[in-house]
T-cell receptor, first 115, second 112 residues
Framework: EPEVTQTPSHQVTQMGQEVILRCVPI?????FYWYRQILGQKVEFLVS????????KSEIFDDQFSVERPDGSNFTLKIRSTKLEDSAMYFC?????????????FGPGTRLTVT | SQQGEEDPQALSIQEGENATMNCSYK?????LQWYRQNSGRGLVHLIL?????REKHSGRLRVTLDTSKKSSSLLITASRAADTASYFC????????????FGTGTQLKVEL
């Protein structure tokens, strides 16, 4: 069964450094998302991406964040200058493009630790 | 906040018993989904119920939705130790695009 994959599974970085989190969505999906979950807290929406552009973003997704679909398979989240409070589990998700399809399928996550 | 609340926050039962988790939300939704998360792992999609549906079944899972009370419940019948996980409801607000708003989650522990 197709699944969303994410790399790396765990990333440790120093404050102020740039990180890129990578995702390979399910191949025929058209909608892509990033969510994050700070330890012990709720899952929070960051950004959605469709047709090569951001369709929606949350207040969390400020100028330090960016997303890109550099080729036909990868979907990346970049944090330009990481802060301690960026430490969280970051989940990528994708959704099919058919009308009336709402299920989002999540990857296993990347645990980002900012020291 | 538009985010939902789930109760109980934690639930501990014996294997073979049924587990019921509840989710409440604050505004009109398009659909509601339930996800499972094993400790420190990813989110696994379990089931989706649309706003015009009242009940849905999938294997040992039964989901209900009451839009008048803005609440949903997830029932796991004949629970197994492998069902131990956190369970989250997530929903798409009417007119809210495609983003999921997650509830607070219920930690379920099924003991042998």
């Amino acid at each position: 069964e197709p699944e969303v994959t994410q790399t790396p599974s765990h990333q440790v970085t120093q404050m102020g450094q740039e990180v890129i989190l990578r995702c390979v969505p399910i191949s025929n999906h058209l909608y892509f998302y990033w969510y994050r979950q700070i330890l012990g807290q709720k899952v929070e929406f960051l950004v959605s991406f469709y047709n090569n552009e951001i369709s929606e973003k949350s207040e969390i997704f400020d100028d330090q964040f960016s997303v890109e679909r550099p080729d036909g398979s990868n979907f990346t989240l970049k944090i330009r200058s990481t802060k301690l409070e960026d430490s969280a589990m970051y989940f990528c998700a994708s959704k099919g493009g058919r009308l009336g399809v709402y299920e989002q399928y999540f990857g296993p996550g990347t645990r980002l630790t900012v020291t | 906040s538009q985010q939902g609340e789930e109760d109980p926050q934690a639930l501990s039962i014996q294997e073979g018993e049924n587990a019921t988790m509840n989710c409440s939300y604050k505004t009109s939704i398009n659909n509601l989904q339930w996800y499972r998360q094993n400790s420190g792992r990813g989110l696994v999609h379990l089931i989706l119920i649309r706003s015009n549906e009242r009940e849905k079944h999938s294997g040992r899972l039964r989901v209900t939705l009451d839009t008048s009370k803005k609440s949903s419940s997830l029932l796991i019948t004949a629970s197994r130790a492998a069902d131990t996980a956190s369970y989250f409801c997530a929903y798409i607000l009417t007119g809210g695009g495609n983003k999921l708003t997650f509830g607070t989650g219920t930690q379920l522990k099924v003991e042998l």
